[in-house]
């Protein structure tokens, strides 16, 4: 197997005169579950198509296993599974028989896997498509995907729909597929998963990707939120650098700080002589807030 | 995120009294005005203008008042014309033959098009999920339902307002045209009516369609069977198409008539409200039984999985053409057996017919018929997979190890092979019927057979259309539809508007050979087969190519 699982590098797309994606880059290593993290219309679900050999993107240059995805697909699809945002499925089928038809559509379903996972999921296989909720829906196509035993697994927003327990299952699957060496590509923006499962991910704003690496890696980037009593009032804080949203009452600074101006402000405080320090690092909301404020580039 | 939505959408739902049930009814009629912004006027304004031409060729087609009283001499001795269209109440007048060659198929087609516009607004809103953010607003319970019978009616009711102006600004008098575009206008009523009440029954729009489909059908089959038999002339008075021929227009109107239609499409619209506002959002009055946890073995690949989804809506067209055929095989043979026992008349389809066998000649219509019917499933079925495209369905297939063309090989199959089906059985069906009335079962079941065989080149044909654009431009694959009207515009009114041989040389079906009755030629039978599968195969290259469609 070769190391890096998917390799987009410049990817533009557009669709009449609007662009989808303007030069996006992507590398998922194999073994890794990597977070793709966008708001709507940042350019995902666009992305996971031409990976998939559906859409041909208009320059770039996008690698599946070190193929070439709308040439290979149909021998790429064989290592695959993709479950897409929104499931749209056959009403007049049950959820049972979508379980077999895409399993057998696959190359097979693994009877236990697939009485394991309609269990763990709660899902009553015996009913109407047409009679199932979106959230049940949601389930049969992740059922189909989980059920399959293939080198990579590509889901779009898949928790969107699911209640909060059946959430959780997804992510402890995730995790075992993890453990068990598969890759995992996660499009998602609910924050609280890719930071539970994803060992790396990338963000994507208007087409473009703004930032990838480890998630440790983009909060050492970022900045830090401090709350600190001080014993002597503090003065000069204006003249340190990096320092923002600067809350100050003359005994409790509130502020968030830049990485690299922290050394300056702690020797600042410490003159003052610190009574409390509280410090923790930015959640990928805050994370994330920041990248979508962000003026266009 | 999830919960929050729910909770909002019944509280804002319980504050809704039940004492409002068509609370924002009028912003819903506006959104159905808005959709539809291109299908009303289209249906509405076409049709208005068909039926000025058609009373506009009488004058030309039989000037004199003694061709007028032949024809109706004629028709007098044809049960099966008589039975498909209805007796001609006033041959002299242009309104009266107006009224006689079009009110029957005008109900047909309003009644199919009005039921289709209200499940569309309907039960498609539910099984797509889109009323649950309707029933979320300040919408009453009957609300949704009341729009969707609106449009409905609205569609006949244009109609009626266009035909009847602009016959009356013809000439051909006011009270007719009154009482010729209310009667087409309330009996689709009636027609929205049932498809109000199959909404309710039903749980997909496809059911909704089916069942409304299967009723239009039935109270045809049932004025068709009365206007041809006479000994079972009572039957039409059960049937919106006996009440919209014997309100007699331009022929001494009964006007009560008008009043049955109002009413029993009254009595069907309050029904469905009731009804509608005693079942839940989205549930049916037909519970959803417990079905198979497991698929059937044999169900392994986009071929098998398409005959699984389309087996159930071909057979219910195969049962429905079967059953027309066998009714048509019954008048059929009461119709030449009388035509036989008068000389005259022996000699008049001599002279048009040529050479040909009265029957044979007869039974090439009607097979020619079920041909249509037989390019709408197909056409109907093709277009599946367009639907799959819009939604993720296509794209799941499409993620597994499948080529596209193979994915796209599952409808197109079920499409051409079950159209085939269909028009085989009821083509076997009109001539087993035919043959047991005249004591040929073997032999006319065998010839009805052939001659519905002879028709297949053209029905692949049409669905080679959305075959095509499949590939080539899928957006456009609903000109399917189109063709398929005009080609049924060509073969039915053709001769009476005077269109030209071009005009029905534009119609695959103009150029069949009329095979039994005159000789069978090969050569367009080969050439429109070799169409087809150009079309098709033209349509597999370019599915290759090109993008999902967004």
Known sequence: MPDTVIEATSLAKSFGSAPALDGLNLT??????????????????????????????DSGEARLFGSDPWAEAVALHRRLVYVPGEVALWPALTGGETL?????????VDGNRRVQLIERFDLDPTKKVSSYSKGNRQKVALIAALAADVELYLFDEPTDGLDPLMAEVFREETMLLRDAGRTVLLSSHVLSEVDAVCDRVSIVRAGRTVETGRLSDLRHLQRLAIVVQTAHELHGLEDIPGLHDIDYDGSILRCTVEAESLNDLMTHLSAAGIVSLESRPPTLEEMFLRYYNRAPA | MTLNDSALGTDTASTVRPRAPFAGMSVLIRLALRRDRIRLPAWTVTLAVLSVSIASSWDRLYPTAQSRLDLAHTLALDPALTAILGPVFDPLSTGGLTAWRSVAGYLLVFGLVSSFVVVRHTRALEQEGQSEI?????????????????????????????AASA????????????????????????????????AQFARTSRGANGLSGLVLGITFVLSAYGNGEPSASALIWLSPFGWAEQTRAFADERWWLLVLEIVVAGVLIALAMRLAQRRDLGASLVSARAGRDRARAW???????????????LLGWVVGSAA???????????????????PAMVKLIARLGGSGILADSFLVVMVGMFALVASGYGISTVLRLRSDETSTRAEQLWSAPITRVHWASGHVSTAFVGASILSAIAGLALGASYGVATGDLGGMAVRGLLAALVQLPATWVLIAIPSLLLGVRPAWMSAGWIVLAWCVLVGWFGAILGLSDWASSTS????????????MRWLPEIILTLVAM??????????????LPS
């Open chain 2, 299 to 313: 169900i392994r690949g986009p071929i098998a999985l398409a005959w699984r989804l389309d087996r159930s809506w």
């Open chain 1, 100 to 108: 077999d038809i895409l399993g057998r559509l696959r190359g097979g």
């Open chain 2, 508 to 519: 695959p079906f103009g150029h069949l050979p009329s095979w039994p009755g005159q000789q």
């Open chain 2, 167 to 198: 016959l009356t600004a013809m000439g051909v008098g006011l009270s007719g045209a009154l009482a010729y575009s209310a009667t087409i206008a309330f009996g689709a009523a009636v027609y929205c009516g049932v498809a109000a009440l199959a």
């Open chain 2, 324 to 342: 027309l055929g066998a009714v048509e095989g019954v008048l059929l043979a009461s119709s030449v057996d009388t035509v036989q026992n008068n």
């Open chain 1, 28 to 57: 998922v290593r194999a073994g890794e579950v990597h977070g793709f993290l966008g708001p709507n219309g940042s350019g995902k679900t666009t992305t996971l198509r031409i990976l998939l050999g559906m859409l041909r993107a």
């Open chain 2, 534 to 547: 150009v079309g098709v195969a033209v349509g597999a290259v370019a599915m290759r190519r090109r993008d």
């Open chain 2, 134 to 162: 309707i029933a979320g607003g300040a919408v009453g319970r009957a609300a949704l339902l009341g729009a969707g019978v609106t449009i409905g009616c609205i569609y006949g009711l244009v109609f009626g307002v266009i």
